[in-house]
């Protein structure tokens, strides 16, 4: 059972979490809303019984939410991995190494297709000689299939990073607007990278409905500025970036602070996802993806007349004959 405090300790968190809110939630409008509803609820003694720390800030969340329907926007008890950011560095990093920094799986499938399973978005200060690891292991791939199913999202920085591994020349990802100091940013990628690119690739991302934030992120990006084919379900649909709060007692509140601004679209995914481009249950985006890229790859093997050609030809056939078979990650 959750941890259960006082009700004069609860109103003591709910002061310092509306406080965080006021002064930085994205919209200041919405902000106002937020706090009056929170204190309406307050007023009518809706949190008194609510001594179950768990059920309270479950109850709390849905409030908020019910006015503005941020996702990102939570109270929640603080512990390891329960946000994009941990205000504890040595926690991060240790919490971090054992996701082996959100890389799950890196690998060449059968017929050359390179398959990466990114389950965590973690900053590129933790997670950056990963990241390059794994871009160097896929890069004598043919296609690449990038898989954001189970993706919660993450720093912005990595998708900087690992979009830049997909980009011959600089290109303009988004903008990002923070209300706390008033500034509008450009995020470009990167002029450079350690290794090679795969600016070449035929790229397929992955989706669920699971997919949120920074995992959505890249998807956007990536399917605005054409360089990927979405496949998969349309994504869960949180888009404002922020940062996490201690409050009293072992809580904490995630504030949005800012909001993304793409340069093809000029807005974001906030409340309604990426929509895939092929839309299909998530459990069968792998297999739907895989299958596409194998047939890409075949009809590009096919115009050639060199003897790997041929042999890579027989085993992009087999991995088709095999595919309905084959196990889906």
Not at 7 to 32: F, K, N, Q
Not at 182 to 201: A, I, K, N
Not at 254 to 259: K, M, N, Q, S, W
Not at 313 to 324: F, K, P, Q
């Amino acid at each position: 059972m959750a941890k259960s405090l006082p009700y004069a300790s609860r109103l003591e968190i709910l002061e310092e979490m509306l406080s965080r809110i006021a002064d930085g939630y994205v919209y200041p409008e919405t902000a106002a809303l937020i706090v009056e509803r929170v204190r309406q609820h307050i007023s009518r003694g809706d949190y008194a019984e609510l001594d179950d720390l768990r059920d309270f800030c479950k109850t709390v969340t849905a409030h908020m939410q019910a006015v503005c329907g941020d996702k990102h926007l939570r109270l929640r008890i603080s512990q390891p991995g329960s946000g994009h950011q941990l205000t504890d560095p040595e926690r991060h990093r240790e919490w971090a190494a054992l996701q082996n920094h959100g890389f799950y799986r890196v690998e060449r499938l059968s017929g050359n297709i390179g398959y990466l399973d990114l389950r965590v978005l973690h900053d590129p200060s933790v997670a950056g000689e990963t990241a390059v690891a794994a871009m160097r292991l896929l890069a004598n791939t043919s296609a690449l299939l990038i898989d954001l199913r189970r993706c919660p999202g993450g720093s912005p920085a990595m998708v900087q990073l690992l979009t830049t591994y997909l980009f011959a020349e600089p290109v303009h990802l988004e903008s990002f607007y923070y209300r706390p100091d008033d500034t509008t940013t450009q995020s470009w990628t990167l002029p450079y990278v350690p290794g090679e690119r795969l600016s070449d690739h035929p790229v397929y991302v992955l989706t669920s409905s699971k997919t949120f934030s920074g995992g959505e992120e890249f998807a956007y990006n990536l399917k605005h500025l054409k360089r990927a084919t979405i496949v998969g379900e349309t994504t869960a649909g949180g888009a404002h970036p922020g940062d996490a709060y201690a409050l009293p007692h072992g809580l904490e509140v995630f504030v949005p602070l800012g909001r993304p601004i793409n340069p093809i679209t000029g807005t974001n995914w906030e409340g309604t996802g990426v929509e895939p481009d092929i839309a299909v249950p998530a459990e069968q985006a792998f297999k739907t993806a895989y299958r596409i890229a194998l047939e890409q790859v075949r009809e590009r093997l096919r115009t050639s007349e060199s003897l790997v050609a041929e042999s890579l030809l027989a085993e992009v056939d087999r991995a088709l004959a095999d595919l309905d078979d084959r196990e889906t990650p």
